[in-house]
Structure formats: structure tokens, C-alpha cells
């Protein structure tokens, strides 16, 4: 399996604020980088995906990806309290995706 | 958009019972998954299956067993449910493998084993 290592948390922003989250890899060979938002009691979903080096953004959010020191990072610009959740980082891995344990977001008022 | 269900959000089971869960895409993908969820411990893959029949085992196979015999239908399987399986199981599924794999999530459902 590969590793995947996210900053552990819980991690509490401002509102309006930004947040980082960052995630490492252990496969040089990774090619596919995925941010999922999972609110409490519910499922995964897909935010961001990301495959070249460099910044995608969409909306207040942006994934930064470096191939070459092998981490990903997701920016939350302007949060908002609707972006209170565990962030998941995931590494493609064939079929696979290997998944990093999460960083809980809360964005206070 | 896709969907992916699974039979039940929450399940109450005792030791030694064997558990069936069910889950279906409606989405013609190839590939389903399914995993399980722990506090600290982030998603941890079960078992996969790539088409009709197959299987693979995931990273935690012991005391699993799955079941695939149609497309669009991945059961997860507890031959003798036990406390510690107690967790939140998640299905997902995806199409061919390739630059964007990404995964569809099902709703999950919580198993407590007594």
C-alpha cells in the first residue's frame, strides 16, 4: 500500500481566512492526486483533482502539486463555515487509491 | 450523475452473525471497492473487484468476503461478524483505470456488531 500522510489536525480557521492542508506521498510514480471533502456523517466527495506540477484552482479552492518533493496541498481561500469538514487527500495506485487519514477543518465565526 | 447505493445507513448485528451488504452503481463502471472507516485511521480498502467474478484483496481481507456476479452489483460479506468489524463501510466504483480514477462514493452503513 502506499503511504499517504496528511498533517494530522483538527485545524481551526478564522472565517475568511485561509486554510492549508498538505499531503505527502511515498510513490515517486504517483500520477493522479485527489482532495475529497467528507462531512461528518456522511460520504466522500470529490473537490479537486490534480495531475500536473504546479496550482489548478477552482473557485476558493486550489491544489498545488510538487512531483519532485512529492506532496500535494490544498488552499481554502475566503473559508466559510460550510467548509467545517475532513479533508482527504488520495493517490492513485493502479486501480486503487490509497487515502491519507484526513485533516478536520473547523472554520469558526 | 452517478449513484451509488448501499441496502442499509445503519446495521445492528450480534457476534457470529453473517452480514451481508449490498451495493449498486447505476453507472456501468467497471471497478468497485468497497472500504471500511475508522476514527484516526482514514478509508482502508476491503477488497476491489475490476469486472463480473473478480475480486482483489484490499488491504484488510481478513474476515471479509465479497461477492460480484453482476456489473452493477458488490456485495461485502462477514462470514462471522465480530466487535471489532464494528465501523462505517464505504462502497465506491469507477471506469476504466487511467489519469482520472476518480471514485464515486456510496452513502455508507454503519455496522455495530454486539
Known amino acids: 500500500q502506499k503511504e499517504v500522510e496528511q498533517n494530522s489536525g483538527p485545524l481551526s480557521v478564522p472565517e475568511g481566512a485561509i486554510a492549508s492542508l498538505n499531503c505527502t506521498y511515498s510513490?515517486?510514480?504517483?500520477?493522479?492526486f485527489f482532495w475529497y471533502r467528507q462531512y461528518s456523517g456522511k460520504s466522500p466527495e470529490l473537490i479537486m483533482s490534480?495531475?500536473?506540477?504546479g496550482d489548478k484552482e477552482d473557485g476558493r479552492f486550489t491544489a498545488q502539486l510538487n512531483k519532485a518533493s512529492q506532496y500535494v496541498s490544498l488552499l481554502i481561500r475566503d473559508s466559510q463555515p460550510s467548509d467545517s469538514a475532513t479533508y482527504l487527500c488520495?493517490?492513485?495506485?493502479?486501480?486503487?487509491?490509497?487515502f491519507g487519514a484526513g485533516t478536520t477543518v473547523t472554520v469558526r465565526a | 450523475d452517478v449513484k451509488v447505493t448501499q441496502s442499509s445507513r445503519y446495521l445492528v448485528k450480534r457476534t457470529g452473525e453473517k452480514v451481508f451488504l449490498e451495493c449498486v452503481q447505476d453507472?456501468?463502471?467497471?471497478?468497485m471497492f468497497w472500504y471500511r472507516q475508522d476514527p484516526g485511521l482514514g478509508l482502508r480498502l476491503i477488497y476491489f473487484?475490476?469486472?463480473?467474478?473478480?475480486?482483489e484483496k484490499g488491504d484488510i481481507p481478513e474476515g471479509y468476503s465479497v461477492s460480484r456476479e453482476k456489473k452493477e452489483r458488490f456485495s461485502l460479506i462477514l462470514e462471522s461478524a465480530s466487535t471489532n468489524q464494528t465501523s462505517m463501510y464505504l462502497c465506491?466504483?469507477?471506469?476504466?483505470?487511467?489519469?482520472?480514477?476518480?471514485?464515486?462514493f456510496g452513502p455508507g452503513t454503519r455496522l455495530t456488531v454486539l
Open positions: 510513490d515517486r510514480g504517483s500520477q493522479s
Open positions: 473487484s475490476y469486472d463480473v467474478k473478480m475480486k
Open positions: 453507472m456501468d463502471h467497471e471497478n
Open positions: 490534480i495531475y500536473s506540477n
Open positions: 465506491a466504483s469507477n471506469d476504466e483505470p487511467g489519469l482520472n480514477n476518480e471514485q464515486f
Open positions: 488520495a493517490v492513485n495506485d493502479d486501480y486503487k487509491l490509497s
